[in-house]
């Protein structure tokens, strides 16, 4: 099995706002902005902002690429990320600040010939397919929220490629 996975930080696109408003209302609204630094040259560390996670977003997307492209005939392919690449595990995909929880991207990654996609983000179990891509995230969320986490929840790949076996546990 090829397994290839990053952050996938979104790219801020998935609603009506232009991108520097979409930017705007991110490092606004979004605790990543304030809470998560990087190094700075000019001085310890500094807080990322939209343009960063931006340029990292394109960066996991080229690895992804890369990843899709080296992968073996009937190799069986899964791609985790944190960030999904879809907007349908968002609760109100045209509200303030949606543009942070998932990115528009169900056409590339389906594009990739990956068989399970597992992401996070969602703070909720959903499992839901896109062609023959599946996509399954089963993230716990704060520990304040009460959402549908399912707890020893596993998930087993079938073994397509002829000769390959699965070991047995």
């Excluded at 349908?88 to 990739?112: F, H, I, K, M």
């Excluded at 179990?125 to 399912?150: C, D, M, P, Q």
Aim: proline fraction near 6%.
């Amino acid at each position: 099995v090829l397994f290839a996975g990053g952050t996938l930080w979104t790219d801020l696109r998935a609603t009506y706002m232009s991108p520097a408003a979409a930017a705007g209302d991110a490092k606004r609204s979004m605790n990543d902005y304030k809470r998560i630094h990087r190094r700075s040259q000019t001085r310890g560390s500094r807080a990322i902002r939209p343009e960063h996670t931006l340029a990292m977003h394109r960066a996991t997307k080229a690895f992804l690429e890369e990843a899709a492209s080296g992968r073996r005939d009937g190799q069986p392919f899964v791609i985790v990320t944190h960030h999904p690449p879809s907007m349908r595990t968002v609760d109100n995909p045209g509200a303030s600040c949606s543009q942070c929880y998932g990115s528009d991207l169900e056409g590339w990654a389906t594009g990739l010939g990956a068989d399970l996609w597992i992401h996070g983000h969602t703070h909720h179990h959903l499992e839901y397919g896109v062609g023959a891509l599946k996509f399954v995230t089963n993230a716990r969320g704060h520990w304040s929220e009460k959402r549908e986490f399912i707890e020893g929840f596993v998930l087993e790949l079938p073994s397509p490629v002829p000769g390959l076996a699965a070991i047995p546990a």
